[in-house]
């Protein structure tokens, strides 16, 4: 009698723990539901709005999300210094470059006015110790050439044919100076968008 009381006892624990359960995965898939259902609103109040495109412009920066450079600035600025003159190493180099881009810019509002070329050359001359002209035009020159870039994902212009075919506008806003129009020329990747915004053009950083 014993073992039938015990069986039918463990019969009902088993039933009311299959019951909570039940309840609790009903619960579940109404919480789904719910949220399935409010996501569904969202999307067709905004395709109401602007239609089948949620957005309606894609802005990327230059450095770091667009391209970036080919080459440690710090090794550039020692192999192209060393005939000038440069003897700091390139963990010295880049220890007083990052130094001198966090100090505060005063000849002016922007750090990028016009080429940049005195905000450049400030950067150089704080990083090597060498104020040599030839030296700074040198290195000037060289990031206006497709040798000191390379585009952060090289399938990046399927992606922005794809984004564009949608409908959607793309441009490049960036601090950065008058190089950039040109520098998107020499990569090839100007044509990838509707508009480019430099703060040496328009005269105001972007935030």
């Not at 009698?1 to 019969?11: D, E, K």
């Not at 080459?71 to 060393?82: F, L, R, W």
């Not at 990046?156 to 441009?171: S, Y």
Request: aromatic share 12%; net charge neutral.
């Amino acid at each position: 009698m014993a073992a039938v009381a015990r069986a039918r006892a463990a019969a009902l624990l088993g039933g009311l723990r299959r019951l909570a359960t039940s309840a609790a995965e009903a619960e579940r898939e109404r919480g789904a539901m719910w949220e399935l259902s409010a996501a569904r609103e969202y999307y067709d109040y905004r395709k109401s709005i602007y239609g089948d495109v949620t957005h309606r412009a894609l802005l990327v920066d230059a450095v770091g999300t667009l391209l970036v450079p080919a080459q440690p600035t710090a090794q550039v600025y020692k192999s192209i210094g060393e005939k000038y003159g440069v003897k700091y190493s390139e963990d010295e180099i880049l220890r007083r470059y990052r130094w001198a881009y966090e100090q505060p810019w005063d000849r002016s509002r922007l750090r990028y006015v016009d080429d940049g070329r005195a905000f450049w050359q400030y950067i150089v001359t704080s990083s090597t110790g060498c104020s040599n002209l030839e030296y700074f035009e040198e290195l000037y020159k060289y990031y206006m050439t497709e040798n000191a870039w390379k585009l952060c994902d090289p399938d990046a212009e399927h992606v922005f044919e794809a984004i564009r075919k949608t409908g959607v506008k793309t441009a490049v806003v960036s601090n950065f100076d008058t190089r950039l129009r040109p520098l998107l020329q020499v990569l090839k990747c100007d044509h990838w968008f509707d508009a480019v915004a430099v703060s040496a053009e328009v005269l105001s950083a972007a935030s």
